[in-house]
Structures are given as structure tokens and as C-alpha cells.
């Protein structure tokens, strides 16, 4: 996320590293001491939540992933989420960390940990029921934003107020990505498939999906260029779009134009291809909860119908050459043939795509993807003395994500692969019991973003997958 997240996370400048390493004398008093709040100051206190916490912690054996997991797992929860009530209705909004806005992206990956959790806690339904209504209102305020005030009514405080884009009142910055509206419909089906709960979806949720279709359509631009443009005064070339702000030249082969990646940083090439996979998954998603939750079967078929034609544009356009005598799915293409081998570690990523149910983990074509990002084939792959990983131009280089090593581990069936993920992690939390955006792959005290919800979840996540697939990994200390 960005709004420029460059300078308000840092507040001077380009990559301002935090280092919040605690005092001597504190590690050695209280090394593993919870970083939670109080318990009377914790946003929203879930029993299921509390009773996993305790569940899964009685299976780890090594005592700082144990209180990495304890700190991170309930983040969200703990800090971010602010529910309450919008025209009579559930409606909570949902900060990334340490930005006070909303992400459509973030809110649904940091909500989606506890979905399996629902049907065990009638006020934690209440709160999903609030986050899907108040993203099919932002969708309806915007589907082309990417963040939203908590306030409705509300101009954007931040710096993207001053873009050169429609800004609507609610708006908190307007950059348009792909699986901003691809996030929500996720969360919707995974709500659905656990609950069978039909309250969240009635007319106004079904409204902002419709508008979500509609626009994803719109910018396939088989019927000229659509309504959306993009413009920042800024010193990157990453954080604008050329030609009016309408982006680089493609040739209309079906695929679905993203004017930014998940990491906020503007597409080289348009059709941003881990994206576009994600809206087929995505779509085929959202089609069965309207069919099955509201039995709307038009609106199914029309979800469904796009994700097959953006699917055989895929197929068509979207696989490079690895150099190696076999292919895989390329980072970006025009469709004119040119394309970008590369990799970010914002999820919908390359590495990244079973997780969102967008390959198969199994798929030799998604097997080599993979492996070619996870390699020095990949400009923003980053092995440094700290530990080795995957960044993204948004901080810069030799900084690595701790989402892409999670992402790793949760995807890997190799036990050695998956200690090693876990050594790392333990060693570049930078002293502060969380994980961040980025930290520098030679020196873990360097990092940015102490208050990242989205990371600390993706952690959880993957102590959780641990647990159900392997959990001799969590009986062993690293």
C-alpha cells in the first residue's frame, strides 16, 4: 500500500529503515513478554480466536516461535479492526497497521486467517458480516480504489488527494489494481464455505459485486479504453502511469488491464499476469456464492463467463519461454509478445498463486514458475547473509519481504525448505515479536514497517498450515 507509503510510514523519505530493537536490559529481563495490548484494550476479543491461540501454542516447542506466533496471529484483531454499525447493518472497517485507512486487498487477506473459525463464534460472524458490507460499499463508492476513508463523506487526508484521478468523497487513495475487487469476493466464498450464513449477502453486497464484474469487464478494453486514469506528481516512475494516465500500449487480446500491482507500484506491461489468474479463481468464486447464497444465477454466469474468456487469453499470452526449454507464466505482458520475467512478493504473486487458488501447488507449469522466481532470475530475488527472499521495486533493493518467505514454507512439501523458512523468520523479526513489510537482507534491524497486520496474519497462516501438515516442524526448536 502506499498514499506515498514511502514517506508516511518513514515520514522522511524513500526507504527510512526502523530499528526498534529493545534495550539490553529489557531482552534480558522479559526476552519472550507478550507484545499484545492489554486485554481491555484490544480492539475485538474473539474466544475462538483465543482458544486456537492456546490450541496451537500447546504443539510449538520453540519458545520464540511460539511467542511470534502468540504476538502475530491476532494483530488484526487486537489493533486494526474497528467494528460497529451503518444503516442499521454489521460494518467494520479494517486499518492495514500503521496507515489509517482501509485496502480492499488488505482487509480481506487479514481477515481470511480467522475464517475457518466462524462457526464457532457468533460475534466474530458479526464482524465478518461487517467487513463484507463495508467492501461492497467502498466497491460501490469506487471500484477502481484501492483504499477508503472510514468516512464515507470524508476527502482523502492523505497525500493522494493531490492526484490526477476522479476523487471521490471516501476515497483514501485511487489506484486502480486488479485484485482489490478480486480480494473481496475470496473472502465472501470463504465466508460462505464455512458458514452457509446468508445474512452478509443480500442486495447491497450483491450491488457492489455487480459494479465489481462490471469494471473488471470494462478494463479487458475491448471497447476502448474505459473510464479510468491515474496521474501523480512524484519523483518515482513507479508511483504514475504514462500516456494520460492511461498506461503503456496493449493490444486487446482479453486480458484485464491493472494500472498497479498489489504493491502499489505501477505496471510496466498492463496485463499484469498473477492478477489476472487471481480474477479467474476470484470469479468463479464469487459465482458460487451468488448462485448458492442467493440464487442468482444470471450474475453467476456472468462471473463465470468472464473468468473463461480472461482464462483463454491466459493461456494465449500469458506463458514466456524459461530460457530452459520449458515455460512459465510470464510477470507482465502487452500483448504484442513482449513481455517481464520477474517476481514481487505482494500476494497475487507468482510464487504465491496456489494460495489464492489460482494453481495448482502441484502444476509443473506453476512448479517452474516458482522456482524461477525463487533464483536470480528474478532482479528483486535477494540472498544476503540475514536470509534469502523476494522484494519488490516499492522499497527497494536488497530488502526482503517476510510474506514471501512465509509464502514459501506454506507452499513447500520439503521439510528442510520449510526449517530453513522458519530459521529465517526467527531471526529477521529486527527484537520486535512482529513481522514487517521489508528488512535488509544482510542486517534484520534494518526494516520497514513495525505495525504490518497483513504480514503478522500470513505468519499465522502459516503456523496453522504447519500444524494440520506437519506438525513435527512446530516440535522442534530452530
Known amino acids: 500500500m502506499d498514499l506515498n507509503r514511502r514517506d508516511l510510514v518513514s515520514g522522511a523519505g524513500a526507504l527510512a529503515l526502523s530499528t526498534l530493537l529493545p534495550t539490553a536490559a529489557t531482552a534480558a529481563a522479559a526476552p519472550f513478554a507478550s507484545k499484545r495490548p492489554p486485554a481491555g484494550r484490544r480492539n475485538f476479543t474473539s474466544p475462538a480466536v483465543e482458544a486456537e491461540i492456546k490450541r496451537v501454542k500447546a504443539k510449538i516447542v520453540d519458545p520464540e516461535i511460539t511467542w511470534l506466533f502468540e504476538n502475530c496471529y491476532p494483530n488484526t484483531l487486537d489493533t486494526t479492526v474497528q467494528p460497529g454499525t451503518l444503516d442499521g447493518k454489521p460494518d467494520t472497517f479494517v486499518i492495514t497497521g500503521d496507515i489509517d485507512a482501509m485496502w480492499l486487498r488488505d482487509s480481506s487477506a487479514q481477515l481470511q486467517t480467522y475464517v475457518h473459525l466462524t462457526p464457532k463464534d457468533a460475534a466474530l460472524r458479526r464482524l465478518f458480516h461487517g467487513v463484507l458490507q463495508r467492501q461492497s460499499r467502498c466497491i460501490q463508492v469506487d471500484p477502481y480504489a484501492n483504499a477508503f476513508m472510514k468516512d464515507t463523506t470524508a476527502r482523502s487526508s492523505l497525500p493522494a488527494i493531490n492526484d490526477a484521478t476522479d476523487m471521490k468523497p471516501g476515497v483514501a487513495e485511487r489506484k486502480w489494481e486488479i485484485d482489490s475487487l478480486c480480494y473481496p469476493m475470496r473472502l465472501a466464498h470463504a465466508y460462505w464455505t464455512a458458514t452457509r450464513d446468508k445474512a452478509p449477502f443480500d442486495a447491497f453486497w450483491a450491488e457492489g459485486m455487480t459494479r465489481a464484474v462490471a469494471t473488471l469487464t470494462e478494463q479487458q478494453r475491448l471497447d476502448g479504453p474505459g473510464s479510468y486514469h491515474f496521474q501523480r506528481r512524484d519523483l518515482s516512475p513507479t508511483e504514475t502511469l504514462m500516456f494520460g494516465g492511461y498506461g503503456a500500449p496493449t493490444r486487446k487480446v482479453g486480458l484485464i488491464h491493472s494500472g498497479f500491482r498489489p504493491s502499489d507500484d505501477a505496471c510496466v506491461y498492463p496485463f499484469l499476469i498473477p492478477s489476472n489468474l487471481f480474477a479467474v479463481s476470484a470469479l468463479r468464486m464469487l459465482a458460487v456464492v451468488l448462485r448458492e447464497a442467493r440464487g442468482d444465477t444470471a450474475g453467476a454466469a456472468q462471473a463465470e463467463a468472464l473468468a473463461a474468456s480472461v482464462r483463454q487469453a491466459l493461456d494465449a ?83 526482503i519481504w517476510p510474506m514471501s ?9 520439503d521439510d528442510a525448505v520449510i526449517r530453513q523458512c522458519l530459521s529465517w523468520l526467527k531471526a529477521t523479526h529486527g527484537g520486535t515479536g512482529f513481522m514487517h513489510e521489508s528488512f535488509n537482507k544482510d542486517d534484520p534491524a534494518k526494516f520497514t514497517r513495525s505495525w504490518f497486520a497483513w504480514a503478522n496474519g500470513l505468519f499465522g497462516d502459516m503456523i496453522l498450515d504447519l500444524e494440520r501438515r506437519k506438525p513435527a516442524l512446530l516440535a522442534a526448536t530452530y
Do not use: K
Open 317 to 399: 499470452h500469458g506463458r514466456i519461454s524459461d530460457g530452459q526449454g520449458g515455460q512459465v507464466w510470464a510477470f507482465e505482458v502487452d500483448g504484442y509478445g513482449n513481455a517481464i520475467f520477474m517476481d514481487d512478493a505482494n500476494v497475487p504473486s507468482l510464487a504465491a498463486l496456489p494460495l489464492l487458488g489460482s494453481a495448482d501447488r502441484n502444476d509443473p507449469l506453476y512448479r517452474r514458475t516458482a522456482a524461477l522466481a525463487w533464483s536470480p532470475r528474478n532482479p528483486y530475488f535477494f540472498a544476503g547473509t540475514a536470509a534469502q527472499g523476494i522484494g519488490g521495486p516499492h522499497v527497494g533493493m536488497d530488502m
Open 405 to 413: 518467505i512465509v509464502t514459501r514454507a506454506i507452499l513447500s512439501d
